[in-house]
């Protein structure tokens, strides 16, 4: 198999590049970033090609910039799968609810194949093509672009929004409306989730605003209080829950069910 070095110097090749000459844009790059480590010496950039030395992240980042390279494929040539980072980081189950970090090229699941003959709008048992092809783009998820949103993960024992939000969903979080709703729904289905963070961490639920109090209101089958803070000054508004996926059997919930207080924040 092509070692990662082999494949940075066809790239250097084909560009029509010299060492002098990647040397020298590597030290202006270092400069711009006023950061030494982004430089790279001419014996190292040959041991990067030629000997197996694996690059520092810094002169990655500076060799992608110079032969126009993505980072996350380049970083695939050295065994880092960074497209899987978001679909890895699922499989650790936090118990917290928190916000998720998601990278605009990631993948939960090799994109999307042109003869994958899939009608969105019918429903579709989705198994067979996962097999077959290995990996869906995250923007799949219902349909959404993940460079427009937030996204977070609700926690594994937070059963404060079930059974509309199950444990360990993943929600799609639209910051542009944070502004409560305060009418407009029939039905709860219909009826606004905000995603908040107070000083005790991240939370889900129904938000109700009087004057200077947020009321956020579970879901009556969590048997959980109301929560009420003062706004803005305990609690911001991340924004509105705009779609989720998650799955429908969570694992069973615990045999008592305490009011779970906000979970301390933490980053996929």
Known sequence: MERGGERLKRVRERLRLTYREVVEASHEIAQRQDNREFSIALSRLADIENKGTVPSIF??????AIYRLN?????????????????EALHIKLRRTHLAAL????????????????????TTFLSQ??????????????????????YGLIGWDDWSMYPILHPGSVVAIDDRHGKIQSAGWSDEQERPIYFLESREGYLCG????????????????SQQPALVFEYPREVDVIGRVIGVAMLLQPRKRRASRQPAAPSQPSGL
């Open 59 to 64: 002169r990655l980042y500076t060799l992608c």
């Open 71 to 87: 980072l996350e494929d380049v970083l695939g040539w050295y065994g880092v799968p960074a497209a899987e980072l978001a679909g």
């Open 103 to 122: 990278g605009v090229g990631s993948h939960l699941l090799a994109p999307e194949p042109v003869d994958a003959a899939v009608d969105w709008n019918r």
């Open 129 to 150: 093509f996962v097999r077959r092809f290995g990996k869906m783009p995250l923007s799949f998820l219902n349909g959404l672009d993940v460079r427009e949103f937030r």
């Open 206 to 221: 129904w938000c109700t605003l009087a004057g200077h109090r947020l009321i956020v209101q579970p879901h009556p089958a």
